[in-house]
Nanobody, 119 residues
Framework: QVQLVESGGGLVQTGGSLRLSCVASGTIVSIRTMGWYRQAPGNQRELVALITAGVATKYGDSVKGRFTISTDNGQNTMHLQMNSLKPDDTAVYYC?????????????WGQGTQVTVSS
């Protein structure tokens, strides 16, 4: 069984910063990608940032230059440093990972963490 647990969400003022973390635990043989997605009320879930093999990164257009995704080598942990936050960044942020648990590759999701940016 694989679990993803997020932490680090909260309330911040416009222009502030937050750092989200996601820890993957359980039977993990290999991780292909880890990423952050977000969903605001009434909106579809959208990609925030993605990291592949701990190196290659991809960002959503709205967060480029402000957010940075990273992983701790060998720790199955991912971070999202969010700077210059805007009210439009308010959403529930979900951790996602594509993981091989020894029998197959599957996509896993965390429970989500709320980020609220006040104007």
């Amino acid at each position: 069984q694989v679990q993803l647990v997020e932490s680090g969400g909260g309330l911040v003022q416009t222009g502030g910063s937050l750092r989200l973390s996601c820890v993957a635990s359980g039977t993990i043989v290999s991780i292909r990608t880890m990423g952050w997605y977000r969903q605001a009320p009434g909106n579809q879930r959208e990609l925030v940032a993605l990291i592949t093999a701990g190196v290659a990164t991809k960002y959503g257009d709205s967060v480029k230059g402000r957010f940075t995704i990273s992983t701790d080598n060998g720790q199955n942990t991912m971070h999202l440093q969010m700077n210059s936050l805007k009210p439009d960044d308010t959403a529930v942020y979900y951790c996602n990972a594509v993981i091989n648990n020894g029998s197959r590759w599957s996509a896993y999701w965390g429970q989500g963490t709320q980020v609220t940016v006040s104007s």
